[in-house]
Every structure is written in structure tokens, then in C-alpha cells.
DNA sequence: TCCTTACTGTGACCTTCGTCACCTATGGCA
DNA sequence: TGCCATAGGTGACGAAGGTCACAGTAAGGA
């Protein structure tokens, strides 16, 4: 997988920043739900992801994860650069959806590859306007929409990032990943079955036309 | 005003950087209130702020304003920045609370000094970084936090920013930044008098004891 | 000085959402 | 087949916050 996975998920780096990567690099595998990084955790180094699926949580002092955004192959935690790059502890919990592959990149390399290779350099910033946007369109969301819009969207992020109509999650854990409560995810989901726009299967849903 | 403010704000460009910008970068004033920026618009250059102060809002289709955070002088625009090397529509609006006096800088420029100048990339790298951490901070009180305490928030980040003890704000202002109403705002500070935490005034706040 | 206007205070009421209680349905397994 | 754990459904209620109506009050202009 190291050898073939790196120039396929970065066409744009250089070669010689590719062969960089693969000798410096750290490849780790998480497994499904385990956590890639702890809120409050330093970092020692960046991470890109290679394989599987990450999402990005942010947490309150009691413990409530509030779901922010996913990583797929090819992108990067653009706050474990922030931190690297300030020795800063983590603001965000990461958590593998799937059987996830990374690579570790060592924090100095982060650092002396922004001046040594263009790719590097526009990957990094690359990374952070993409997070960016993600972070203004959540803003978006809790600040100007109700429950119900913001479930619908979150089904739909799921259905598009998955690639699959069925979502095999249970009421509770979509209640936490909103921030919300089981019976309020249960209730807008029956209205929104009622609707025609989903089919509640148990532990799963069915997306039919959002 | 142009041959002092470069260095003393952006002490860390080098020489020839902080010349390069001024003579490619053209000097623009902001009255209070103006915009800088409104969204939907594109961008041609980013903003470096000399002067005054700036505040950056999202709006929602109904033109709701939502208050996100502050910027000052030797600050820039990060989603300026953003949109400038995507040729992308800005999905916020700036608005200039004092007076001010920004250097616009031509989005060729900020990609060419990019590869030139390291502390270019350290500034670029820095702003992302920066207006990141705010947007997480931002989040962290929509979800989690009640009107009380982003209230609460919102004047101490006031009192902080603009370095005084009152508040020139009527309460239908401070309502429309926090995507809330005249009348909670109202009690919410009524309530806040009688804690002794703030002291009541036509058109302003006095901060007591925050 | 008086009048108009904008700002503020407050009670009544509604909606949304969170919480509690309790019930039903489903599926695995002894 | 029956038991039980887990998921899901639903009514009742309360708190937060948005909306409406209206009253009081200060400030600035005529």
C-alpha cells in the first residue's frame, strides 16, 4: 500500500517530496471508532490520511461531541497543523469511521518542507481554506437553521460521504453527533418519514429522496 | 502614514517585503460602518489592516448578520485569502467599525511572495491559523453555550477589543449580531444590572464586573 | 418648552427543543 | 418458544428564546 497510495492520494506533490513522505512518514491503522486524536492531546506531528474515513468532533467540558466535518483519503487534519505548528494542544477530537490508514508526518518536516518544495506549501494552505469553509458552513447551520434542517443535512453529508442511501446508525448516535437528544432525532425522523423523504429501518435509515 | 506602518505592524517581513508591498499595494480608507467587503462578492486582492478596526460577519439569505469575530491592525483577511486563490465569492461580509485604512494587496502578488518571501508563508500560514481557532471558538458557544453566556462573551470580547468600559451599542444592535432579538437581549441585561455585573445607559453599556 | 422619535422595559403567548416516563417492537439466543 | 436487551415511539411537561403589544423614558430638534 506505501508504495502506490502516496502518488496516487497527492498527484500534485513532487517525486522527491512523495519519496520524502514514504521515508519519513509513519503509517498507522486505526480501527473503526477508535480515536486518531483527544481533545486536549499535544501533537507531534501532522497527519494525512491514506485509506478509510475520519471524522473531526468538537467537545465541551462535558464530554458532548459535536460533529464538525469528515477527512477522506487525500486530505489532512488542518488543525493538526495548527497545533503542530504552535506546540498548541488539540481543540478537536478525530475519530475513524472505518478502518482508517494514516501517515504521520514529524512536525519538523512540516515546517522545513514549506520552504523546500511549492507542493508542500500549497497543499498546506490548500488544506486549511478547505477546513475553513467547512468550519463557516457548520456555522451556518447552528447559528441560522433548526433541528430539522440541520438533521436532513446531516443525513445528506452522510449519503454523499458514505455512498450509500442506507445509513446504518441508531437515533442516539445521531442525537449526540447534533448535539441534540434521542427522542427529538426519533421525532423529526418520523415526520420526515411521513414525508416520503426517508424509510426507518431499525438501526438504520433509508434515504429516499431529500 | 504609509512609510511607518509596514514595518512597525508586520515587524516580521523582511526588508524587501514590507517595500514590495508598498509599492504594490494600494492604500484604501473606510469610513464607520462601511464595508469592505459584502457577500457574494469576489475578491482581486487580500487586505492587510494599517488601521481602525474591522468586524467580520456571515449572513444568512435573510440577511441576518452574525458576528464572528474581530480584526485588527496588522491583521489580514484570511478569507480574503481564501477566495483570491480560488477566484471563489466571499461567504462573509467586513465592515469597518472606527475608521480605517487597509493595503490592498493584488492576488498575483500574495502567490508570487508566497515562494519569495518566508515570513509571506509565515503570515498566510499564521492568519489561517489564527481566524481557524476564533471560527472553533465561535462554534463552541453556538452549540454549546445559551444566549447568557454569549452575551456575557460578546461584551467582554467588546470591552477587550475596543479597550473601554462602555459600550456604545443599543440593544436591537448587539441582538442582530448574535442572531437574537431586541427583547431577550433586554432582559438578559436587565438581568446582568441586577447581578451588578454591568450598569444600564441609553445607548451604551457600562461593564462593572464581568 | 414641548413634541417627536428612538430606545428600553415588560407581560403574554408561542414554538422549539430537551427531559422524563413509559410503552412497544425487534432480534438474538438460551 | 419465551426471555431479555436494545431500539424506537409518544405524550406530558418545562425552559429558553422568539414574537407581539404596549407603556415608559430620555434626547434632540422645532
Redesign the interface.
Known amino acids: 500500500m506505501e508504495i502506490s497510495a502516496i502518488p496516487r492520494l497527492f498527484p500534485a506533490f513532487e517525486k522527491e517530496l512523495q519519496r520524502e513522505i514514504q521515508e519519513q512518514g509513519e503509517i498507522r491503522f486505526f480501527k473503526t471508532e477508535e480515536q486518531l486524536m483527544r481533545t486536549g492531546q499535544y501533537f507531534r506531528s501532522t497527519m494525512l490520511i491514506l485509506n478509510g474515513l475520519v471524522k473531526i468532533y468538537?467537545e465541551?467540558d462535558d464530554g458532548?461531541e459535536?460533529f464538525?466535518y469528515y477527512l477522506q483519503p487525500g486530505q489532512a487534519c488542518?488543525?493538526s497543523?495548527?497545533c503542530a505548528?504552535?506546540h498548541k494542544r488539540s481543540?478537536?477530537m478525530a475519530k475513524a469511521v472505518k478502518e482508517t490508514e494514516i501517515i504521520a508526518i514529524p512536525l519538523h518536516f512540516m515546517e522545513e518542507w514549506?520552504?523546500k518544495y511549492?507542493s508542500w506549501?500549497h497543499f498546506?494552505?490548500g488544506t486549511?481554506?478547505a477546513?475553513?469553509?467547512e468550519?463557516?458552513s457548520?456555522?451556518?447551520h447552528?447559528?441560522?437553521r433548526g433541528m430539522d434542517e440541520r438533521l436532513e443535512f446531516y443525513l445528506k453529508k452522510h449519503q454523499d460521504t458514505m455512498g450509500t442511501n442506507l445509513i446504518a446508525l441508531n437515533h442516539q448516535e445521531i442525537a449526540n453527533e447534533l448535539?441534540s437528544s434521542r427522542e427529538v432525532v426519533s421525532r423529526l425522523l418520523k415526520k420526515m418519514e411521513q414525508f416520503g423523504k426517508v424509510k426507518l429501518h431499525r438501526n438504520a435509515i433509508e434515504i429516499i429522496q431529500l
Open positions: 468538537r465541551d458532548n459535536f464538525m488542518a488543525l497543523m495548527v505548528a504552535e481543540a478537536i514549506m520552504g511549492k506549501n498546506v494552505i486549511y481554506r477546513r475553513f469553509e468550519l463557516l457548520t456555522i451556518d447552528i447559528a441560522f448535539n
